[in-house]
């Protein structure tokens, strides 16, 4: 099993809802990683865990609270959106932080924010 | 500090052309590089990567060679098909890291025409 499992692949939300998107992965990973990415652009990292523990937060505003409930389990707790945050929400993990760079990505929740 | 350069596409090709994508960088450290790729309505999908300096790394017909006295990383094929059509997205991480952050360029979108 070498899947990242995203849900939901859509998801459109008002700008006062409460939302979560789920990450999922069987590897026996201990990283497990946030990424936005705007369409035509790169990738930008946004929160990493490493062995259950937030390391990284990447500046990112609050309306955007992570949470990691156990080792294969990583969600995205969304509030208070505003419209520019409509974009591909990407989930990966890795063997352990910084070990090897390799990522393993998701397909990605693509979030409409009206 | 670390950055990777890719050339800015869209790339246009008719099918079995051949293929190159360049990719520089710039790093401290020891970098692994890598070639992620993006179908669309997907996530990334590790294409290929190389983890030292002279190491070829390859998959689905696909090349690209860490040169460390030019610092590229440029991707190859020798014949492409329709459905290479995708995003191309060249990376790096510094290994070891205490960040596990991957570093990407801007991508490359390519179109291969029957």
């Known amino acids: 099993d070498t899947e990242v499992t995203q849900t939901p692949k859509h998801l459109v939300m008002g700008m006062t809802n409460k939302k979560s998107l789920k990450c999922e992965q069987h590897m026996g990973h201990r990283a497990m990683y946030w990424y936005k990415q705007k369409a035509k652009k790169p990738p930008e990292l946004m929160f990493v865990?490493?062995?259950?523990?937030?390391?990284i937060n990447e500046s990112v505003p609050s309306r955007f609270s992570p949470e990691c409930p156990n080792s294969s389990l990583l969600n995205l707790h969304l509030h208070a959106l505003q419209p520019e945050d409509s974009a591909l929400y990407l989930c990966?993990?890795?063997?352990?932080?910084?070990?090897?760079?390799?990522?393993?990505f998701g397909e990605g929740s693509r979030l409409t924010v009206l | 500090g670390n950055s990777v350069t890719q050339m800015e596409g869209p790339v246009t090709l008719s099918e079995e052309a051949f293929l190159t994508i360049n990719c520089t960088y710039t790093?401290?450290?020891?970098?692994?590089l890598f070639w992620y790729v993006q179908y669309p309505g997907e996530g990334l999908q590790l294409l290929l990567k190389a983890t030292k300096a002279d190491d070829k790394g390859s998959n689905k017909g696909f090349e690209a060679t860490y040169r460390k006295e030019t610092t590229s990383f440029h991707l190859e094929k020798g014949s492409v098909q329709v459905s290479d059509s995708a995003v191309y997205f060249c990376a790096l991480s510094v290994i070891p890291s205490n960040t596990g952050k991957l570093i990407f360029g801007q991508g490359t979108t390519l179109q291969v025409k029957p």
């Open positions: 990966a993990s890795s063997q352990a932080r910084g070990l090897t760079g390799e990522l393993f």
């Open positions: 865990y490493s062995y259950e523990k937030l390391s």
């Open positions: 790093a401290t450290g020891y970098p692994s």
